[in-house]
């Protein structure tokens, strides 16, 4: 099995920061992308920033400039600086990477749980 946990998530005030982390763990013999996807009450969810292996970004309209994506490639994480956080941001954040099992052959995407940010106007 492999797994992605994200942590980090909490309740903030307006203005201020948050730094979420996401480990995958389990029997990946590569990873490639690891992103970050938000899902807020009644509305689809989507992406808000993702990261390659060579360190390749890319961030959703909406957070440029507020937003940091980074990753430590020795240890499977991604992280997320968050910061100037708006009540917009509010929403569950969920980790995503795309990696081969070591007894697969196929690249494939995995999710985490999940991790609850609210911020209070």
């Not at 480990?23 to 009644?42: C, E, K």
């Given at each position: 099995?492999?797994?992605?946990?994200?942590?980090?998530?909490?309740?903030?005030?307006?203005?201020?920061?948050?730094?979420?982390?996401?480990?995958?763990?389990?029997?990946?013999?590569?990873?490639?992308?690891?992103?970050?996807?938000?899902?807020?009450?009644?509305?689809?969810?989507?992406?808000?920033?993702r990261?390659?292996?060579?360190?390749?970004?890319?961030?959703?309209d909406?957070?440029?400039?507020?937003?940091?994506?980074?990753?430590?490639n020795?240890?499977?994480?991604?992280?997320?600086?968050?910061?100037?956080?708006?009540?917009?941001?509010?929403?569950?954040?969920?980790?995503?990477?795309?990696?081969?099992?070591?007894?697969?052959?196929?690249?494939?995407?995995?999710?985490?749980?999940?991790?609850?940010?609210t911020?209070?106007?």
């Amino acid at each position: 099995q492999v797994q992605l946990v994200e942590s980090g998530g909490g309740l903030v005030q307006a203005g201020g920061s948050l730094r979420l982390s996401c480990a995958a763990s389990g029997s990946f013999s590569s990873i490639n992308t690891m992103g970050w996807y938000r899902q807020a009450p009644g509305k689809q969810r989507e992406l808000v920033a993702r990261i390659t292996s060579g360190g390749s970004t890319n961030y959703a309209d909406s957070v440029k400039g507020r937003f940091t994506i980074s990753r430590d490639n020795a240890r499977n994480t991604v992280y997320l600086q968050m910061s100037s956080l708006k009540p917009e941001d509010t929403a569950v954040y969920y980790c995503a990477a795309t990696g081969v099992v070591t007894t697969g052959i196929m690249s494939s995407s995995y999710w985490g749980q999940g991790t609850q940010v609210t911020v209070s106007s």
